[in-house]
Each structure stands twice: as C-alpha cells, then as structure tokens.
C-alpha cells in the first residue's frame, strides 16, 4: 500500500480511505491507479463502467458488455486498431461470417448461450466484418477445405456464406486461400489470429478453442504462431484456385 501510495503521489491514509471505500474514488484516482497497476485498456472500461465513471465516448461494442468476456472485449478493441490481420481456423473466422453461419455457430456449440444473448453476441459478430468491409484493413486468412462443405448451418446458410466468401475474397484488402483435404500438412486445430498494431513494436495473437480463447504477447510465442500461419498458407491452394474451388461448391449445393 505504501508503494502505491509513494507512486501515486498521495499520503497513506488516503490509500487506506480509498481502498477501504470510507473515501468514494474520483475518475482521477481511477486512472492514476490503472496506470501504477498497468491495467489494460479493456479492464479499464470495465472497472469505469462499474464505478460509473463517465467517458468521452466509449466504442460500439461497450453496450454489449454484459455478454462479452474480457477476452473477447479485448480481441475487439484490438481489431479496431489492428493495421493488418492473419488467420488460420478449422471454421471460419468471426469477421468473415455470414448471418446465417454465424447464428448456426453461436446456437449448435456445446456452449449455446442464453437465447437473448445469442442475439447480441450475433450482432458483435457481424459488426466486427465492417474491420474488412469498411476500413479495409489487410487481412490474410487460411482456411481448410471442409469448411465449404460444412453442413451444420443448413444449405441454404452454406450457400450464403460460401457467396460471402467468395465476395470478400475478391476485395483487394482480403487473401483468402483454402487449404485442400490432402495436403502434406498438420491439420490446424482451433483458430489463431495474428494482428499487427500501430502502437506496438511487436504483434499479439489471439488463440481460439471450443472452450476458451487467449490473448498472447509473449513474442517468441507469437513468432510460432506466426510461422505456423505462414506453413499453413504456403500448402494452401492460390487464391484464384481457391476461388475456383468456392464457386464449384457453390454451384454444386
């Protein structure tokens, strides 16, 4: 308490009252003790939003907050400010989701959420395509071959994503290639993205599984990811084969 009292530059007995809740807290001492406690930028909204400090003005996805992870509220902020994005995933990645696949993925998992936020997470998710479709921000993605013949969603949501694919795909910002069934190469488990920021010197990666996510900073960690990201898309099919590839199951559906 001392330590934090010295850094904050205020007596140990005003740490003492704020900590204890005699003393209400100001939205300056708010931010003095987010920056001693090197707080990110997530869970300082978060803590404002709880002590009901006002902001100049929060982003879109602050009145989705009751649904969303710190996780994933984090993976949006990034995004945001993301300057270019890889990807690898067994389905197909959140900001590249038609409505109806995305509804199918959100209500078929083993984790179906409550049906009222089932549609809030679904608008979180289709908003998060306006990073490709509005401020075209680079993205790479590879995906495997079986993700176009995913029946889960039904045929006519198939249909649409795989129009949707195949749309984005021809977007000058968007490498969009598809890994075939029998290529010589590991089979990629869950989903990780890589994203680039202005303000740091090194990327971060997201990683997904069926029953959790995790932001990665450590650099040597991201690094993998990122050669992986490259092995993955080095024994994909090029992008107008991949787009050959999508239209013929198109047509076949």
């Known amino acids: 308490m001392a ?17 204890t809740g005699v003393t209400p807290i100001k939205p300056g001492q708010v931010a003095v003790l987010a920056d001693i406690l090197r707080l ?3 869970t ?6 709880a002590l009901g400090v006002e902001r100049p003005a929060d982003p879109w996805w602050v009145k ?11 993976l949006i902020l990034i995004e945001a400010q993301a300057t270019s994005m890889d990807v690898a995933s067994t389905i197909i990645p959140g900001p590249m989701q038609a409505q109806g696949y995305a509804r199918a993925t959100l209500l078929q998992s083993p984790f179906v959420p409550d049906p009222d936020d ?5 608008e979180v998710r289709l908003q998060r395509a306006e990073i490709i479709t509005e401020r075209g921000v680079p993205v790479s993605a590879t995906l495997p071959e079986a993700v176009l013949s995913a029946g889960f969603c ?3 949501a ?10 984005l795909s021809r977007l000058e910002n968007v490498c969009l290639r598809i890994l075939p069934s029998d290529a010589e190469v590991h089979p ?3 989903a990780v993205t890589v994203l680039d920021l202005p303000a740091l010197d090194a990327p971060v990666a997201y990683a997904e599984w069926e029953s959790g996510s995790a932001m990665i900073r450590d650099v040597r960690t991201v690094r993998r990811h990122r050669r992986n990201l490259d092995y993955q898309r080095a024994a994909a099919l090029s992008e107008d084969q991949s787009q050959r590839l999508m239209q013929s199951r198109l047509e076949a559906l």
């Open 188 to 190: 990629f488990l869950g």
């Open 64 to 74: 989705y907050g009751e649904v969303l992870s710190r996780n994933y509220e984090e």
């Open 44 to 49: 300082r909204m978060r803590l404002d939003r």
């Open 40 to 42: 990110s930028p997530v």
């Open 3 to 19: 330590r934090v009292a010295e850094r904050a530059g205020w007596a140990e007995g005003t740490q003492s009252r704020l900590e």
């Open 158 to 167: 198939l249909q649409e994503q795989l129009q949707y694919l195949l749309d």
């Open 118 to 122: 089932a549609e809030m997470l679904l």
């Open 154 to 156: 039904g045929r006519i």
